[in-house]
């Protein structure tokens, strides 16, 4: 069984910064790319950033600028440091991967999200 277990949400004023983590864990042989996605309240899910396994990133423009996505692949974690953080980045943010665990085939993950809030 794999799980992803997201951290570090929370309240913040703009212009304020936070740093969620997202853990994977269970009986896993290797992760492909990481990424974080957000959701906010009456809107689709959107893609903020990923990682491949090599370290090449993608993030959204948005948040380009302001978020950096990190991971450590001997942990089995990514990070998303969130700097300059506006009033319009409040949002679930969600940890997804895909992992290739030691018994099966790939699958993609979610973690349960963590609820960012910035206030004006």
């Known amino acids: 069984q794999v799980h992803l277990v997201e951290s570090g949400g929370g309240l913040v004023q703009a212009g304020g910064s936070l740093r969620l983590s997202c853990a994977a864990s269970?009986?896993?042989?290797?992760?492909?790319?990481m990424g974080w996605y957000r959701q906010a309240p009456g809107k689709q899910r959107e893609l903020v950033a990923t990682?491949?396994?090599?370290?090449?990133?993608n993030s959204a423009d948005p948040v380009k600028g302001r978020f950096t996505i990190s991971r450590d692949n001997a942990k089995n974690t990514v990070y998303l440091q969130m700097n300059s953080l506006k009033p319009e980045d409040t949002a679930v943010y969600y940890c997804n991967a895909d992992i290739y665990p030691y018994h099966g085939i790939r699958g993609n993950y979610w973690g349960q999200g963590t609820q960012v809030t910035v206030s004006s």
């Open positions: 269970g009986t896993i042989f290797s992760i492909g790319t």
């Open positions: 990682i491949a396994s090599g370290g090449m990133t």
